[in-house]
C-alpha cells in the first residue's frame, strides 16, 4: 500500500495542475478553489473509504472530487457547464457533488454542510439501520459558526458514525486566524464533549491512511484536525496579480515547496521511472 498511495498523490497533484492550466489558457469557464498542498489527507480519505460512507464537502472540493471521480473528462465538462459533465454542466465549481461515488452533499456556504452530514448519519443509523461513516470537510473558519459546537453535540447526543475533517490552513479568505478572533482550544472543547479528537500534520499520506483507518473501528463522532499549506490563492489563478510571488506552472515540475508542507515533494521520490512516463502520457492527454 505504500507505494500505491504515493502514486495516488502524485496523480491527484497532477489532475489539479491539468485543470489549472486548462484555466491559464481559458479552457476552463468556471475556475474551481484549488487546494495545492492538500493532497495528503485527500489521499488517505479515498483510500479508506467504504461503499458505505458518506462523504459531505465544502467549496474548496476539486480535489476529492478528482480523486473520487476516475475520469477527468467528467469534472472538465462540468467546469465547462456542459450536459456531458458530472452533474450535466448544472453545478459548477463551489456545490461540486458526486452521488455515484457518494459524495453526496456540498455546500458553498461556510458551515451549512455540518448539520447536513448529521442528518445523514442520522438516517444511515435509525432509519436504514446500516453501517458507514458520513465524513464531512470544513475549514478552520468553520469553527467560528454555530453549528460547528451544535453539530458535535447532537452528533455525540445521538452517537452517530459522524466524522468531522478540518482543514486547518490558518486563513478564513484572506485573514489569519490572530487577525480575526481568539485561539479555539479544540482539544478541550472535544474533551468537554467526550468526543475523540485525531490530530494531523506531516503529510506522511501512509500514516494518514492508517490513522483514519483505526477511527472507522470506533463506533461515534470523531474530530480530525489536519494542518495543511495552502500553495496557492484563495481562488482563481495563481499568479493571481503581477507582484505574486506563488507561481504554479506544471512546466516547472509537479513540487511547488521542496519541504515536507508540499505533499508532492514526499511522495514523488517513490515513483520510479516508468510510472513517470505514464504521468506523462497522462498530462499529454489532456494538455
Keep these: ?39 495528503s489527507i485527500v489521499t488517505a480519505l479515498n483510500k479508506i473509504f467504504t461503499k458505505n460512507d458518506k462523504l459531505c ?13 476516475s475520469n477527468i473528462q467528467n ?12 452533474n450535466q454542466g448544472k453545478i459548477g465549481s463551489m456545490n461540486l457533488h458526486n452521488t455515484t461515488s457518494n459524495l453526496i452533499y456540498t ?11 448529521l442528518g445523514i448519519s442520522s438516517n444511515i ?12 470537510v470544513i475549514g478552520d473558519g468553520a469553527l467560528e459558526e454555530g ?11 445521538l ?30 472543547l472535544t474533551n468537554s464533549l467526550g468526543i475523540d479528537l485525531l490530530k494531523l500534520d506531516g503529510n506522511d499520506v501512509n500514516k494518514y491512511a492508517n490513522l483514519l483507518f483505526s477511527l472507522k473501528k470506533k463506533i461515534g463522532p470523531k474530530v480530525i484536525e489536519i494542518k495543511v499549506k495552502m500553495l496557492n490563492n484563495h481562488h482563481g489563478l495563481t499568479p493571481g496579480w503581477p507582484d505574486d510571488k506563488k507561481i504554479i506552472d506544471l512546466k516547472n515540475g509537479l513540487i511547488l515547496k521542496k519541504n515536507i508542507m ?14 513517470l512516463e505514464k504521468l506523462k502520457k497522462f498530462k499529454n492527454k489532456y494538455l
Design 1 to 39: 500500500m505504500k507505494f500505491f498511495l504515493h502514486k495516488q498523490l502524485i496523480l491527484l497533484r497532477l489532475k489539479q495542475h491539468i485543470i489549472h492550466e486548462l484555466a491559464k489558457k481559458n479552457k476552463i469557464k468556471i475556475i474551481p478553489h484549488f487546494a495545492f498542498g492538500y493532497e
Design 57 to 69: 464537502l465544502s467549496h474548496r472540493n476539486i480535489l476529492y472530487n478528482l480523486a473520487f471521480e
Design 75 to 86: 469534472i472538465i465538462d462540468e467546469l465547462n457547464l456542459k450536459k456531458s459533465g458530472m
Design 107 to 117: 455546500s458553498s456556504i461556510l458551515g451549512n454542510n455540518l448539520p447536513v452530514a
Design 125 to 136: 443509523k435509525f432509519l436504514l439501520k446500516k453501517k458507514g461513516i458520513t465524513y464531512v
Design 147 to 157: 453549528s460547528f459546537y451544535e453539530t458535535l453535540l447532537l452528533a455525540k447526543t
Design 159 to 188: 452517537n452517530v458514525n459522524l466524522q468531522v475533517i478540518i482543514e486547518n490552513n490558518n486563513y478564513s479568505m484572506s485573514s489569519e486566524i490572530p487577525e480575526r478572533r481568539s485561539g479555539i482550544n479544540l482539544a478541550k
Design 262 to 275: 508540499d505533499p508532492a515533494f514526499l511522495s514523488l521520490k517513490y515513483l520510479k521511472r516508468s510510472d
